[in-house]
């Protein structure tokens, strides 16, 4: 049984969406344990090593961009009309979500601190929220700011991924334009360009906050995405397929090894930084691919198991809030929540109970804003910008070619039917 399909000359897989779910969980689970909540039991302690190496699920994201980004822009060619329809449905998906979480983080939140008099640390993070509006609503933050060390600034440092992302989305048209027919191996050539001159910049002291949020540091994955997606269309294998799969996934160890031995060693620098990032690329493009295998994997079916799909519908929304939840519902609770009194009062965990509780509401928020904003704005998109599909080879396409031309063993075309799909799971990152 194919676990995928062809829809609209572009390959479909359910269970993509069910890695933005699992994605977008891990995320969540190094951002708690990892940043804002402090470890006070020994589960807590346990639950933070092993979300540690959760920053690498990014590049789960980031792959996944970069593999629809290819697919969309291999298939419905880069004409005016092409870029313009490719344009409009990416700002779509990204801005107005984007800039409405934004909007009630920076304003509406400290209007509300405000208006009610509230002093204190809910005061002070209002006070820094107002200060950050204007790189943030400009999509310059991974370019112009740093991390930040304060609460507010904390809370939207995450948003650097949208701002990566939406700067990939307009430079990979002048890629593919530029490219021509060679799409897979300029893709494949840029990733391994950035890999080397992060090293490079590395060498020459860059630290390691620039190297992790800028575009020119840090876009390797979504161009070997990128490489994927063409490939995929083409039915053409990817580049390092005559690498052996036991010596490509030791890379990741290997790098993850001497990135660990430089921070060591050069704690204050970022020399560990280009190993660290080359290490989540590759393992990223690893469970891209193991998902995208013909036959199922055990990945693939846990991935399509029903809450992980759920969740994966609501991973952008979820993303941008869990964090400014995270660090609200932290504040809320206090240091310690105390129920009943005296000798039969209960201390709960504090850490496992507001990272339960932000879970929670963020969930619901998503939810909420997945229904009533994020879906309606994907069907209408779907349905107003939409390209007619190609019935024979066209010199527009970049690869020369028909889309469903030759595609890969093991994939099922649907006998050239084009399915409805209105929340444009297939193609969103």
């Known amino acids: 049984m194919a676990i995928q399909t062809v829809v609209s000359g572009r390959i479909r897989n359910p269970a993509l969406t069910g890695v933005r779910g699992m994605a977008a969980f891990v995320i969540f689970l190094h951002h708690a344990f990892g940043y804002v909540l402090e470890p006070r039991s020994s589960l807590d302690t346990a639950i933070a090593g092993l979300a540690a190496p959760g920053f690498a699920a990014l590049d789960w994201f980031f792959v996944l961009s970069g593999l629809f980004i290819g ?38 939140f400290p209007l509300a601190v405000r208006a009610f008099g509230v002093d204190g640390e809910w005061k002070e993070l209002a006070d820094g929220y107002r200060t950050l509006w204007a790189p943030y609503a400009t999509f310059a933050n991974n370019i112009v700011l740093d991390a930040g060390s304060t609460a507010a600034e904390f809370s939207l440092s995450h948003f650097w991924t949208v701002s ?51 575009p020119w540091f840090h876009s390797d994955s979504l161009f070997l995405g990128m490489c994927m997606g063409a490939c ?14 036991k ?28 190993f660290s990032l080359t290490a989540t690329s590759v393992a990223g493009v690893l469970v891209i ?11 693939h079916r846990a991935l399509k198991r029903p809450f992980w799909m759920w969740s994966g519908d609501r991973s952008y929304p979820f ?37 339960a509780v932000t879970f929670a509401v963020t969930m619901g928020l998503s939810h909420v804003l997945h229904v009533a904003l994020e879906r309606p704005l994907l069907r209408w998109a779907s349905s107003r910008f939409r390209i007619q599909k190609r019935s024979t080879t066209s ?17 099922e075309p649907l006998c050239g039917l084009i399915l409805s799909d209105p929340e444009n799971r297939g193609d969103r990152p």
């Open 289 to 299: 691919e193991n998902v995208l295998r013909p036959e199922p994997t055990r990945l």
């Open 247 to 274: 010596l490509l996934i030791a890379t990741v160890p290997l790098n993850l090894v001497i990135a660990m031995a430089l921070a060591s060693y050069r704690p204050d620098s970022g020399y560990a930084t280009p």
């Open 319 to 355: 993303y941008l809030l869990h964090v400014p939840v995270l660090v609200a519902v932290n504040l809320a609770l206090g240091e310690v929540l105390v129920i009943g009194a005296g000798d039969t009062s209960v201390r709960l965990p504090h850490t496992v109970l507001v990272a």
């Open 164 to 214: 990566l992302e939406l700067q990939f989305y307009l430079l990979a048209p002048i890629v593919v334009i530029l490219a021509r027919r060679r799409v897979v191996h300029v893709a494949f050539g840029l990733a391994l360009a950035i890999m080397a001159f992060r090293l490079g910049a590395a060498v020459l002291g860059t630290p390691h906050d620039a190297m992790y949020r800028q």
């Open 71 to 108: 697919q969309i822009l291999l298939t419905d060619g880069t004409s005016p009309e092409a870029l313009k329809h490719y344009m409009s449905r990416r700002v779509l998906r990204i801005v107005p979500l984007y800039w409405l979480v934004l909007a009630v983080v920076v304003i509406v």
């Open 395 to 411: 010199a527009s396409s970049p690869l020369g070619r028909s889309p469903l031309e030759g595609q890969a063993e093991g994939i």
């Open 232 to 245: 995929q269309i083409s039915g053409t294998s990817v580049p390092w397929s005559r690498i052996p799969r």
